[in-house]
Structures are given as structure tokens and as C-alpha cells.
């Protein structure tokens, strides 16, 4: 179900819209299944991938659960020094008995390069439409996520004026830490008020928004629920 905390009375009353990108501008559900048959058919022709898999299922824990990893390597004189993903792809690496390199090459391959020749079945057409109609009406369009950016906007065709990752140096800090959309703010110069963040998990982005006096739209992980909304 779609769950709307506005202010406002459309996207298009705002002087900035910030769209979360995964499982926001295309649907995770179904991609993530396409994903699990890609992987199967890759560990049939690759026997070794399996370890892998198990380097991907332990990043993916560490990445959604960071606030609690972070507290347990925090004091480790070894990561003091560490951007965001390094620290990941650390503390993944020694649980897993390998070197961070190995792991940060597994989740390159796996789960940034791999899954662009898939991304545009799964695009959400309703949400790339309206930020069509943003640009038109000059509203700027920033993409934040806890992921990369930039090749996945490409793949689904999809452009932004402007793009940020939790592991960006100014940001350095997963969401819903409201210190992302802070740093959006200064950047382009809104007030909070004029703002508005599109996203597809309150947890996440809906309190990110709220922590920052931010109206937010948390839209539903169903096709026919998020075609309801309706802006004029």
C-alpha cells in the first residue's frame, strides 16, 4: 500500500523530488526472482561461484543491518581508517576468511555489473514518466540510495541532476541516517519544506525523509497500487 505524507498537494508543488532507486524505480520483487534463475544457471557452468554466493548472502546481512556491524568493528584499529564500503567489504572478508579485493570483485560482477542487462524489464514506467514530467517543469531530480548510482539510472534510461550514495565521502552513512538528505539539501539549496523524497521502505527512506522535516511518499511494492497515485 502506498503510504503519502505531503504537505503539498503533488510532486510537482515541490522545487525537488529525491527518488530512491532500488526496488523504487524498478520492481525488486520480480527482478530479484530473475536474478535467483540467472545465479542458478551460472552455478551450473561455474561449481566455484558458490563460495560467491555465500560472500553475496553475507554483504547483502551486513549492508541491511549496518547500524548494528558497524558498532561490532567500530573499535577495531583496522577499519578506523576505512570509507563506508571498505569497512563492508572488510568486515565481510574476515568473516568469509578472504581478502577484501576477492570481495569487493565478487559484488562488482554480482551485484552491479551482472544485473544491468536485466534492470530495464522490470522498470517502473509510472515513476520514470513523472520524472520526465519533472524535468519539463525544471524540478530537480536527485537519485539517493544506498547503491551505486549512475550505471543503473543508464541501464533503465532514466536521467538525474544530481546522484548520491551512502557511500559518498560527504555522506558516509547508510539510510535512515538523516545526514544523506542533509547534505542533499545544502547541495541544491532547498529548504526542507520544498522537498520531497520518493521511496519504497518507510524503515529506510521514509524515516531518512522524516529526520530532516522532509514529506516523503513510500510507494507500494505492487504495480496496480502504485498506478493509484495520482497527480495532476
Request: with cysteine; charged share 30%; glycine share 4%.
Amino acid at each position: 500500500m502506498n503510504q503519502i505524507s505531503m504537505r503539498k498537494k503533488s510532486p510537482f508543488d515541490y522545487k525537488a523530488v529525491i527518488f530512491d532507486l532500488d526496488g523504487t524505480l524498478y520492481y525488486q520483487k520480480p527482478f530479484r526472482l530473475c536474478m535467483i534463475r540467472f545465479l542458478v544457471g551460472h552455478a551450473l557452468t561455474h561449481p566455484l561461484a558458490i563460495k560467491d554466493f555465500l560472500i553475496i548472502k553475507k554483504y547483502r546481512t551486513v549492508r541491511e543491518q549496518w547500524e548494528r556491524y558497524e558498532k561490532e568493528c567500530g573499535s577495531q584499529r583496522s577499519y578506523q581508517k576505512l570509507g563506508l564500503e571498505d569497512k563492508q567489504y572488510q568486515y565481510v572478508a574476515d568473516r568469509m576468511k578472504v581478502k577484501r579485493e576477492d570481495v569487493k570483485k565478487v559484488i562488482h560482477f554480482y551485484m552491479q555489473e551482472a544485473p544491468l542487462r536485466f534492470l530495464p524489464a522490470y522498470k517502473d514506467g509510472f515513476l520514470s514518466d513523472l520524472i520526465t514530467t519533472l524535468h519539463k517543469k525544471k524540478i530537480t531530480v536527485a537519485v539517493y540510495s544506498d547503491y551505486p548510482v549512475e550505471d543503473k539510472l543508464k541501464a533503465l534510461g532514466i536521467k538525474a541532476d544530481v546522484c548520491y550514495t551512502s557511500a559518498d565521502a560527504s555522506i558516509n552513512c547508510m539510510k535512515p541516517d538523516p545526514k544523506g538528505i542533509a547534505v542533499i539539501l545544502e547541495d541544491i539549496g532547498c529548504s526542507a519544506k520544498d522537498v520531497l523524497m520518493i521511496g519504497d521502505r518507510y524503515e529506510k527512506d521514509g524515516l531518512a525523509a522524516q529526520g530532516n522535516d522532509v514529506d516523503f511518499v513510500i510507494v507500494s511494492k505492487k504495480e496496480k497500487e502504485r498506478r493509484q497515485l495520482s497527480w495532476s
